[in-house]
């Protein structure tokens, strides 16, 4: 049984635990805020964009001057894997969901007899692959001096995956990141990005306007301008979303581990005062059997 | 009074404007062009340049676009810029970088498609550099 004393100073520390994880559950609240905002800023773009890519499509009718970017090798022998997650824990299961499904795939592929290629976004992500998998992984991208996101840190790892594809590195190329659908739901998802869906992005066409434009250079020309800059998007919205995602999953990870201190602190409190107690009654029966034994 | 519709100008990280204005001029690829309401649709790509408006107010606005594209329809004009600023926002320092890198980029250029593609882009950054110093 503790004594009185260390449970006094295991109450303090439980305390002091407490106070960390409710500061740390604001900060994510605060900062959760700003990320759910720069999401939204960053929608408009990517959704003209999406339309501006349907537009075009519709215009070549999928036709020979595609980009290899937009129809891929026509093989799926190399995959590569752009695996994008936080770069601190303490966000409950939001890391190890997104290594989690990146993993069954590769998993998959591997047994499928695919070649397997891994660049990690993030620290944690990396962390977790690398116990299995440390041999496929080409790369790390560091985020974590970066404060506020930009444009700019998607394009130079989209110029990477490019200038990799370029060098007939990869046949396929999947993004690994967790979708944010509320700050208590994030959904770990797997989007192809290379080559891009050109059936559903023409299917999106024919629903939408039917104006025939006039294209200024040539469509294709446009398009090989327009894909590596669609991937630059898709990579950029991916991490924004992570970034909530992020946010959102360690607000309700420090509010559960604020809670369980608070409810630690109710137990531990209890035994104390009934030890306490235990100890008071002691005494007095020590004193009074004392007098009364004179 | 000319004929106002919706001009969007849209980067990656936020919407910079969405308003009804009179005309625009846009630095496409092939040559500035002014869109006026009921222009016929056109697709262009633009390069490093300035991006000057017109509002309904009579108010004129100039922002620094670096590449993108020009989505026109008779009844609007969207701009997605790569990264935009306004005129009067320009950072020196952060153009000056630019162009460092551009010339890096063309030094490094391995054959002769990525070097003509990258010494264009330093020429249009220059250009657009010369301009804002004058202005």
Known sequence: ?????????????????QKITKAMQMVAAAKLRRAQEAAEAA?????????????????IGGGGDAPALMTGTGRDDVHLLVVC??????????????????????????????????????????????????????????????????????????????????????????????????VISQVPTAQQIIPAGVASAAAEATAGGNAVYEYEPEPGEILSDLIPRNISVQLFRALLENAAGEMGAKMSAMDNATRNAGDMINKLSITYNRQRQAQITKELIEIISGAEAL | MAEAFKFEL??????????????????????????????????TTIKPGVVTLKTVGGKEERYV??????????????????SAVAVGDIDRADLARRIQEAREDAADAKDDETRSKAEQFLSQLTTLEAALLSA
């Open chain 1, 1 to 17: 049984m503790a004594s009185l004393k260390d449970l006094r100073n295991r109450i303090a520390s439980v305390k002091a635990t």
């Open chain 1, 43 to 59: 929608r408009p773009y990517s959704e003209r964009m999406g339309a501006v890519l349907a537009n075009i499509t519709q215009a």
């Open chain 1, 85 to 182: 997650t936080a770069e601190r824990g303490l966000c409950g299961g939001f890391n190890s969901q997104i290594a989690r499904l990146a993993r069954d795939h590769i998993r998959k592929l591997l047994a499928d007899g695919k070649k397997v290629k891994i660049i990690c976004v993030g620290k944690k992500g990396f962390d977790i692959l690398r116990r299995d998998y440390g041999s496929l992984i080409l790369e790390r991208v560091d985020l974590r001096e970066v404060k506020t996101l930009g444009f700019a840190n998607a394009d130079a790892i989209a110029r990477k995956v490019i200038h990799l594809f370029n060098e007939g590195g990869f046949d396929i190329c999947t993004l690994f990141y967790s979708q944010f659908k509320s």
């Open chain 2, 10 to 43: 849209v980067s990656p990280e936020r919407l910079l404007v969405s308003e009804q204005v009179e005309s625009v001029v846009i630095p496409g690829a092939e040559g500035e062009m002014t869109v006026m309401a009921q222009h016929a649709p056109v697709m």
């Open chain 2, 65 to 82: 676009v670096f590449g993108g594209f020009a989505d026109i329809l008779p009844s609007g004009c969207t701009l997605l810029a790569e």
